[in-house]
């Protein structure tokens, strides 16, 4: 990308050049391999579960760009060998299997990330958008013989769990009956965050990640036209942390876009 080998637009560009800028630095966090690595691996052992490559009972196979996000994201560590990113935000165009990319990433945070009691939650406004990726994700348990037996994942009409480590891995939406302001949340799916038109559900999302020692937010999008709610605003903070006119190494993101 930096070369100008592969075309990119000015946010990738700038998300490329942070990542070989930082990993020059000499600072409080440092680049793990291994854990970067792992969670590749561990994804590209799940099966597709539609289309031709579900027919042909195929795993899925990450792309160079869905690589960069994993392995910046998990392979930033602190001096204890926490992850350093808490903030995910990933716009791209539509039709590029990011549902299916976030269900890989919930699945590893559920089962393989070496947290007891991990709550993981899809959530969206809806609760028929949050069931997207969480019901992706069971379809790839129940396709996945080895992973339910290696790891004890297991999924029903209601949850996807592992008992042994007492995870669970739920949708959520902010139309349901209940309060969710006092989840315990390890993980956070948010697909789509475009169709919110308020940060309500952001907002029980950030402030719920408090009580955890390496929690995630991961926010994948399409593009929206509405720049008054919590996508563009969230949008615009990422470019001016690209830009360099805010410091937030809690924060990754990248913006693929023409």
């Given amino acids: 990308v930096l070369d100008g080998t592969i075309p990119a637009c000015k946010w990738v560009k700038l998300a490329c050049q942070r990542q070989v800028n930082e990993l020059e630095k000499n600072w409080q966090y440092h680049f793990d391999v291994d854990s970067a690595e792992r969670v ?3 994804i590209e052992l799940l099966p597709h579960i539609k289309g031709p490559l579900a027919n042909a009972k195929k795993k899925l196979t990450l792309e160079p760009w869905q690589c ?13 060998g926490m992850r350093r990113f808490r903030i995910v935000y990933t716009e791209v165009p539509r039709k590029n299997g990011k549902s299916t990319f976030s269900s890989g990433v919930a699945l590893y945070m559920l089962a393989a990330d070496r947290e007891s009691g991990a709550d993981v939650y899809s959530a969206a406004t809806h609760r028929d958008q949050a069931k997207i990726v969480w019901a992706d994700a069971a ?5 996945s013989p080895n992973l339910r037996a290696s790891l004890g994942v297991e999924a029903n009409k209601r949850s996807i769990f592992q008992t042994k480590s007492a995870s669970k891995f739920l949708p959520i939406a902010r139309e349901s009956r209940g309060n969710h302001d006092g989840l315990n949340i390890h993980c956070a799916i948010v697909d789509e965050l475009h169709a919110h038109k308020t940060s309500a559900i952001w907002d029980v999302l950030v402030t719920g990640i408090g009580a955890r020692s390496q929690p ?12 008054s709610g919590i996508c563009y605003d969230r949008r615009t903070y990422l470019t001016r942390v690209l830009e360099g006119r805010y410091q937030d190494d809690r924060m990754f993101g990248c913006i693929w876009s023409i």
Avoid: K, P, Q, S
């Fill in 216 to 227: 995630l937010v991961w926010a994948i999008t399409t593009a929206g036209f509405d720049r």
């Fill in 40 to 42: 590749c691996r561990f």
């Fill in 68 to 80: 960069f996000i994993l392995t910046t994201v998990f392979g930033w560590l602190d001096e204890h």
């Fill in 139 to 143: 379809e790839m348990v129940n396709r």
